[in-house]
């Protein structure tokens, strides 16, 4: 299996080509060029959108230099995805820090991972992962054996302990997890916030619903989650500070077996 790292928005990026294993040509060289193209994707994404950067749009917006009106067509349109998500899970997910500062990092991480997956299948490729920081989006076979991709959920508490291996299928390709576990405590703690899960892992049909809805489910709390899996098509699975899983049934359905 062709394998791919790199590093970007503070996270490493792993990509896994299993086309030629799977009997398709290697396309070695359209696997170099499109490899190339994602990293660039992922650096102008970063480039624009990283509040860690000075010179990015959104700092500038952050320091009152630029009015979000005068941004680009692309920062409008990805805040208004933000602000969708906002109404859609009821103010749980949203695009602004408690200091009134614009962040799209909860979102753009997965708009990247979106646009790889996208960048693979106009290449030809058919059957791969994207997993930036451990969120994930797959298409096809990993072998000839293992029908979709099974990948693991970490022990929030002890990064070496495999909580639940899971089969990500075409029907539900993609899996994030927003909580420690992989980057710390990168979700804002506002007053409103709950201490219900320190980590929630959310499968759906796209990485992007995915990611929002895990994140949204740690800021919401139980409360999110039943809202979610009410609204939602989606498997989910969470972690309670003493260790108590909770797992609806289209999750369990997904359990490598």
């Avoid at 067509?73 to 500062?101: C, I, N, Q």
Wanted: charged share 20%.
């Amino acid at each position: 299996m062709a394998v791919h790292s790199f590093e970007t928005m503070g996270t490493m990026v792993s990509i896994r080509i299993a086309d030629a294993e799977l009997g398709e040509h290697s396309r070695e060289d359209s696997a170099i060029a499109v490899l190339n193209e994602i990293e660039h994707e992922c650096a102008r994404l970063n480039a624009i959108f990283s509040l860690y950067l000075e010179n990015s749009e959104i700092s500038a917006i952050a320091r009152g230099e630029l009015a979000l009106a005068d941004s680009s067509d692309e920062m409008r349109s990805e805040y208004a995805r933000a602000l969708d998500w906002r109404e859609k899970t009821d103010g749980a997910f949203t695009p602004h820090r408690p200091d009134g500062v614009i962040d799209l990092s909860g979102t753009i991480k997965a708009v990247a991972i979106d646009a790889a997956a996208a960048l693979l299948r106009d290449a030809g490729f058919g059957n791969f992962s994207v997993n930036v920081g451990g969120d994930l989006t797959t298409s096809g076979d990993q072998s000839a054996e293992e029908s979709g991709w099974v990948t693991g959920i970490l022990e929030p508490q002890d990064r070496g302990t495999i909580l639940a291996a899971i089969r990500l299928t075409s029907e539900f390709p993609a899996m994030a997890t927003s909580g420690s576990a992989e980057r710390g405590e990168h979700i804002w703690l506002r007053p409103e916030t709950t201490k219900d899960f320190v980590q929630a892992t959310v499968i759906a049909e796209d990485i992007i619903t995915a990611d929002v809805l895990a994140t949204a489910i740690i800021s919401g709390g139980q409360a999110t989650l039943n809202q979610i899996t009410q609204n939602f098509a989606v498997a989910v699975m969470t972690v309670a500070p003493d260790g108590a899983l909770q797992a609806n049934a289209k999750f369990q359905e997904l359990v490598a077996r």
